[in-house]
């Protein structure tokens, strides 16, 4: 008896044959890809805001505001940067480095 | 004898010279020195050109063409919101295709995508060799799906059912390839659905499931040997 040899090509299109079946498509790809891209402005958002929090209080103080605030509101960063969150980081950026770096804060945020 | 001016008449002529060697032969991968000792062969001597080396051994010589995907260097070189958007359409169905062959329905399929994706986003500074983006990318779209698992089956009091290979999709009709992976064991499974359904090269799966790329290798074909002698047991059952 000839053994038959298996070759990629065989699998591949075995592969596409069950891929085909289960009939794949993404459904509403638009509405997935504005959810991700909201997401994604305001984690955006949130390292732009870290970033210059860092630059005036340092690193760590940075972080722990960030989280600390979320925490407090409840917030997913990536879901949503609420006013009082932001009011939060800005009332803390005042405190530690003064008024215009407490309203640069609240307008990046905007 | 074979056309030597031309050289894509002459890789015309070499490939069904090809097709006339044993299908063990074909299946194996064709670097330079095959190509020469086929070449080599009597009924296949001809006048060399180098033209004709270029031809024949560009689509030999690479297993996989190297990740040079423009939109996949773009984000990784500025992570932001228009280059990642740019990047989307390229992982969402890819991303989505893995879940849902996975055994996840349509909206916890999406979920998880998303959760992926905006991992891939930010964590994209801690992936300091941009080819292995990935490799990267499916062992992070693994890590999720263990842990969706994890946790849902400490929910569900069903600990032993943790590993991913161990639920793919079964298809509405007859499929031949889930018939085939169904005898293979989890390992090879997996293996087999990342590289012939997620479409992913030999060290992509490597990095995505945590082993050496030569381990890949062999479980690739220890897979193809096994399904292979599947067939040829049905074979003789039928005959």
């Known amino acids: ?26 459904q509403d790809l638009s509405s997935a890809r504005a959810r991700v891209l909201k997401a994604v ?19 760590n103080t940075a972080r722990t505001a960030i989280e600390t605030s979320a925490r407090r509101h409840k917030v997913q960063l990536h879901q949503d940067l609420p006013a009082p969150l932001l009011k939060d980081l800005s009332r803390i950026a005042t405190e530690l480095c003064g008024r215009p770096v407490g309203q640069l804060i609240w307008e990046m945020g905007q | 004898m074979a056309p030597v001016n031309d050289p894509y008449r002459t890789c015309a002529w070499l490939l069904k010279a090809l097709s006339k060697i044993s299908a063990k032969e074909q299946s194996k991968r064709l670097g330079f020195s095959n190509i020469c000792q086929i070449m080599m062969q009597p009924e296949m001597t001809f006048v060399c050109h180098p033209d004709i080396f270029y031809v024949l051994l560009s689509p030999f010589s ?5 990740i040079t995907d423009s939109l996949v260097q773009n984000f990784l070189r500025e992570p932001g919101e228009s280059s990642f958007g740019d990047l989307f359409d ?41 080819s292995k983006f990935y ?38 009709c007859e499929s031949v390839f889930y018939d085939w992976i169904q005898c293979l064991p989890e390992d090879e499974r997996e293996i087999c659905v990342l590289r012939y359904v997620d479409d992913l090269d ?28 599947l067939l040829n047991a049905e074979i003789g059952v039928r005959r």
Not at chain 1, 41 to 59: K, P, Q, T, W, Y
Not at chain 2, 62 to 66: D, F, K, N, R, T
Not at chain 2, 141 to 165: C, G, I
Request: hydrophobic residues 40%.
């Open chain 2, 202 to 229: 030999y060290q992509s799966i490597a990095d995505s499931v945590g082993i050496p790329m030569g381990t890949v290798k062999w479980k690739l074909h220890q897979a193809k040997s096994k399904i292979a002698n």
């Open chain 1, 41 to 59: 402005r305001s984690l955006d958002r949130v390292s732009r805001i870290r970033a210059l929090l860092a630059l005036f209080c340092g690193e």
């Open chain 2, 135 to 172: 490799g990267w990318l499916f062992q992070i779209a693994r890590n999720t799906l263990l842990q969706h698992r994890r946790k849902n089956h400490r929910l569900d009091f069903f600990p032993s059912q943790l590993d991913p290979a161990a639920f793919f999709t079964p298809p509405p």
């Open chain 2, 62 to 66: 690479v297993e996989l063409p190297p």
């Open chain 1, 1 to 26: 008896m000839n053994n038959i040899g298996l070759h990629d090509s065989e699998l591949r299109a075995a592969a596409l044959c069950y891929l085909e079946q289960l009939d794949l498509h993404p």
């Open chain 2, 90 to 130: 390229h992982l969402y169905p890819r991303l989505y295709r893995y879940f849902a062959v996975r055994g996840f329905a349509r909206d916890l399929a999406a979920e998880l995508s998303h959760d992926v994706l905006l991992s891939v986003f930010r964590n994209s500074a801690s992936l300091r060799d941009h």
